[in-house]
């Protein structure tokens, strides 16, 4: 990027993932993880799918700030023109909470829905998510806690048939169960989730994230970034996931900048989709404590998750990535990085920060220092820190969670 002497001139960098940039603008179908749908204009195959799955009535599901916007209507329109029922349900926060999704099943329920199409971020994603595990059953909602034991779901009570459409480019939310929600009562957040919930469609349309305004795609696409990194970083045995995150990685580093200062640019977009994709894939291997902090952090001062990550992470990156040398070369190797021990992927990394005009605080976002003990210590029951290459404890934990709010670069 323009001013980042770590990194090759354009010319040099030519073309990290190697992807011929007009297959991001053709229709391509994969099986793996999930069936995914991906390319422009696929938005308009929603009803055919949903017919083809026999769906009958979906919930759409969505997130208050989205409720207004093009997608929805659009959307809607293909179910109607294929014959289908369907309500939207948008009482979802930029951070979901237990009330919201419990107000989502009585939705479901009410309506006689069959299925839910999650459409928008990663929160709508994740109240999605949410909603389709207990919409079918009695079982509470924070028995899916995911460092719990997974529980019996009755065989006359299956889940819905779930459908996922991101509109964002950053959580990668959209091929697992997984989804993180604030428990009220803890002012926490946690994962939940069940491994016999798996979306029966991913569709990824690169046009319907071409209206994200810059900072959104900056935060969005941190978040992606963020998401490849940390997954990579956990030192558990996984080459499918480090694979994908190298290749997420590459594919970010091209196309972030590009999505950036040209909005419209549908290739680009459809080169951070499919990274944000292989970067939600990868971190199923797990995630570390730039996670771990953020999602504490937004369950209590409700912050936009790909910002407050993309604040933490040079943090986290500083404390990880003493001598893991090897690591730190690869990841730069798939950012196209001149400088590629750890000094250079963070200084390389905040680069890429500071021309998406990410703040430098967390105190820029009005995270007060006075949470640094009650957010250092929510941060240790996160399951994300459980795969932090470092191992952190209290000490550590306050001194990351002071330094993100006084001076994070």
Known sequence: MPGNETQLSEAQMGNPSGIDQSRLLEAHDWSFPVPIAYGPGRLAEIGAKCVALGVRNPLIVTDRGSRSLPFIAELTDHLITAGLRSQVFSDVSPNPRDDEIGAGCAAFRAGDHDAIIAIGGGSAMDGGKAICLTANNTIDLWAFEFEQPVPDVPV???????????????????????????????????CIWHPDLKPSLALLDPALTVGLPPHLTGWTGVDAMTHAIEAYCVPEFHPLCDGLALEALALISQWLPVAYREPGNVAARGGMLVGSCLAGIAFMKGLGMVHAISHMVGAEYDTQHGLTNAIVLPVVMRFNLTGMEVKSRRMAEAMRIADQTPAGLISAVKAVL????????????????????RVAEKSLHDSAAGTNPVVVDLDAARALVEQAIRQAR
Request: net charge negative.
């Open 354 to 373: 500071d021309d998406l005009a990410i703040p430098k605080s967390l105190a820029d976002i009005g995270v007060p220092l006075d949470c640094v003990e």
């Open 156 to 190: 006359d009570q299956p889940f819905p048939t779930l459908i996922t459409i991101p509109t964002t480019a950053g959580t990668g939310a959209e091929t697992e169960s997984t989804a993180m929600v604030t428990h009220i009562e803890k002012g926490m957040k946690f």
